[in-house]
């Protein structure tokens, strides 16, 4: 069964929340966007905390993992030790999607700069072949979307060239 998860960066102290993601509206033109979470007490009673985040920074958990824990939408994954990539939803395709930090959405090529997250993780378990592991995200680690623009010409023409 799909474990549908949302994270985000608590208001009050900026710490990472997983749980369940709800949106209440306080008035007409303005919302607040909470985190909830199944906790158990002290008396053994199932109950709920709920915390607002920052709307900006909720992500969807992916349903995939790295050895590390889960993979979410925003999260920033080193693929073959030197490609680094970032998750996110293709509407077009309605998969998660890998695309290339570092290069425009407008240059996107499809077929090169973009992996099927699935299609890596099914790799990675079985063959081996693609080595992923998250190591940062766009909201904490601004600077891993800074790429060498050196490093990423000759990454890229070896998918252009072989």
């Given at each position: 069964m799909r474990e549908i998860l949302f994270r985000g960066k608590r208001v009050d102290?900026?710490?990472?929340?997983?749980?369940?993601y709800v949106c209440k509206s306080k008035d007409s033109h303005t919302s607040q966007h909470f985190i909830i979470q199944?906790?158990?007490?002290?008396?053994n009673l199932d109950g709920l905390v709920e915390f607002e985040v920052i709307p900006e920074t909720v992500c969807q958990y992916t349903n995939f993992n790295d050895e590390n824990g889960k993979i979410y939408e925003g999260d920033?994954?080193?693929v073959l030790q030197d490609r680094l990539m970032k998750v996110r939803w293709d509407f077009e395709e309605l998969?998660?999607?890998?695309?290339?930090?570092?290069?425009?959405?407008?240059e996107?090529?499809?077929?090169?700069?973009?992996?099927?997250?699935?299609?890596l993780y099914l790799e990675t378990c079985y063959e081996n072949q693609m080595i992923s592991e998250v190591v940062g995200n766009i909201y904490d680690?601004?600077?891993?979307?800074?790429?060498?623009?050196?490093?990423?010409?000759?990454?890229t023409s070896r998918w252009y060239y072989g």
């Open positions: 102290n900026g710490e990472w929340v997983e749980g369940y199944n906790f158990r007490s002290g008396s920033i994954i080193n998969t998660w999607k890998l695309f290339d930090v570092g290069i425009p959405v407008g996107i090529n499809l077929y090169y700069n973009t992996i099927d997250l699935a299609n680690n601004p600077e891993l979307l800074k790429v060498d623009k050196e490093k990423l010409k000759q990454i």
